[in-house]
């Protein structure tokens, strides 16, 4: 299985740069064989933009169409990150299109980071799984797979393979260096964590993308620059797959 990510700075409210950055990197990654391509979280309108609620796209509205028929056309699954408006409600969300342009998937951040997103967004309350190129996937959303439980509940449901937007900043470097690949290892399980460069309003962010293997190998890793990374996910091997879940103790 191939998979990709692009590493971009903000589109900063400019919708058009931001489909069309889509559009080429997904045709880019389509090129090279990718099942899927995975795009930073609240990739539309951008994660620090200031109004947030009057920016947030319907699923059905004519930018995601718009992408969904990017991804038919290139014939490569697209994740793209996107605050979602439902009624009165905004979600820190990402959707999964597959291949023919389906919906394969919308879920809704679980673990809001900070007062700020705590302010704007109402918290997700379900996983999301899906097929994917003959495998289980899912989608989580940056500070999600910092959270062990979360990552543990989807392994348990069978997934192999997570593909997490996210806006990822300084000073938490531990998290591209150390907390995404131990997950993976620990869970047995392949994560895509694709995040952003460069500075928007206030935040500086830590880019190193990356795609992790379920042994905790870092299979790809991008630096502070855009980048559109590639690999193939090896299969997992018996026996190095961690046995933890199997193993824990529960105490009284």
């Known amino acids: 299985m191939r998979l990709a990510l692009w590493q971009g700075t903000s589109p900063a409210s400019d919708l058009e740069a931001g489909l069309t950055a889509a559009e080429t990197a997904l045709a880019?990654?389509?090129a090279m064989g990718a099942a899927a391509l995975v795009l930073p979280e609240v990739w539309l309108p951008?994660?620090?933009q200031d109004g947030i609620p009057g920016k947030a796209l319907a699923p059905d509205s004519a930018p995601m169409r718009r992408l969904a028929r990017a991804a038919a056309a290139a014939g490569c699954a697209l994740v793209v990150g996107y605050a979602e408006r439902d009624g009165t409600r905004v979600f820190n969300s990402a959707v999964c299109f597959g291949p023919d342009g389906a919906?394969?998937?919308n879920y809704r951040k679980?673990?809001?980071y900070g007062p700020r997103e705590r302010a704007?967004?109402?918290p997700g309350d379900a996983y999301v799984t899906?097929?994917?190129?003959?495998k289980t996937a899912a989608l989580l959303i940056c500070y999600d797979v910092e959270f062990a439980p979360h990552v543990k509940a989807l392994a348990d449901r069978g997934v192999t393979v997570i593909l997490n937007p996210t806006a990822n900043m300084a000073p938490f470097t531990h998290v591209v260096r150390h907390t995404v690949p131990a997950m993976a290892a620990n869970h047995g399980l392949s994560i895509v964590y694709a995040n952003y460069c460069g500075a928007e309003g206030d935040l500086a962010y830590v880019g190193g993308s990356l795609i992790a293997g379920p042994h905790g190998e870092v299979l790809a890793q991008a630096g502070d620059h855009p980048a559109l990374l590639i690999a193939d996910i090896p299969p997992r091997d018996p026996a190095r797959l961690s046995t933890q879940s199997a193993d824990l103790r529960l105490l009284p």
């Open 28 to 30: 880019a990654a389509a």
């Open 46 to 48: 951008g994660y620090n």
């Open 103 to 105: 919906v394969l998937a």
């Open 110 to 112: 679980i673990q809001l």
């Open 120 to 122: 704007i967004y109402t």
């Open 130 to 134: 899906f097929p994917l190129a003959g």
